[in-house]
């Protein structure tokens, strides 16, 4: 056991639930499984942890004179496109070192038209969008079909569905109106990329940043109209093949997109890349997720880092020692150190 404290803090699901939320309204949020082993691990790993909760008990915390080393965050936060950044900008507002990343790139990660045109002007490619926040926005989408829509700042697959694929203008004005109206924010309009679906993990901050690997996500049984939805993502167990990319070359394209998109959106500690092949089979950003999820054997990030070689314990001393040697606080020597993966190897290079 070393000295240093780590305060945890995090929305748990079957709180929100016992408040009266609805069980998609609540998808982003962690179960109590979830934080259990982030608990769990974080002590084994040889700190003191204290559960703070969500963001309100945080601020109970901070106003009591309460402090820690570092505090640990998985929160996502419940309303608004800067939901993620609110942890955030109140533990640097108390000048509390915190892992993951800072509040803006929350900000502009979580509002994936933000996201996309930071990509695009970096040069990395990207489907060409539109934004529609009210109905009087749809006539000025000129994309050519098929087109794909979704919320623009939800994550878990929310407000994705069998209709979210768009073939025609009158299928387009009936599911935009529909979600404008269900999720009370715009609609990101993008042209449908038809090609394989990827997600590449990503360790480190800045110069650091390394590729951990890459996962294919087939939707079973296979159908080119497959959509990688909410109700498919909580059926994942039957309805989704997650495979390693073997394939060197695809491998390589993909993963240094998703570095330069990492690096390009500032990204802290870990994340995830959403990458989708487009119609000549070139690798194209779709979203990027600076808090990915943590359930050791269910979230995209954990089973990368299985597929990689990489324990769970070493996942969660990774972002705790970036998140440490970035606040200039002596990271505790470790005597299990993880072995880099081929993959980390490759792109480390790129």
Sequence with gaps: MNDLSIGLVYDLRSEYLAEGYTEEQVAEFDSDETIDAIENTIRALGYRVVRIGNARKLCAWLVAGERWDLVFTVA????????E??????????GVPYTFSDPLTCAATLDKAVAKRLVREAGLNTPDFRVVRSAGDLARVDLAFPLFVKPIAEGTGKGIDNDSRIESREQLERVCTALLARSSQPVLVEKYLPGREFTTAVLGADGKARVLGTMEIEILPRDANAIYSYETKER????VRYSPLREIDLRREVEALALACYRTLECRDAGRVDIRLDAEGRPAFIEINPLAGLHPSHSDLPMIAAQEGMR???LIDNVIRSALERARIAVPESGNETQSSPSTDTLQLA
């Design 236 to 239: 994942c167990e039957t309805q």
């Design 312 to 314: 769970y314990d070493r």
């Design 85 to 94: 950044s609110q942890v955030p900008a109140i533990l640097e507002l108390y």
């Design 76 to 83: 996502e936060g419940m309303r608004g496109r800067s939901r």
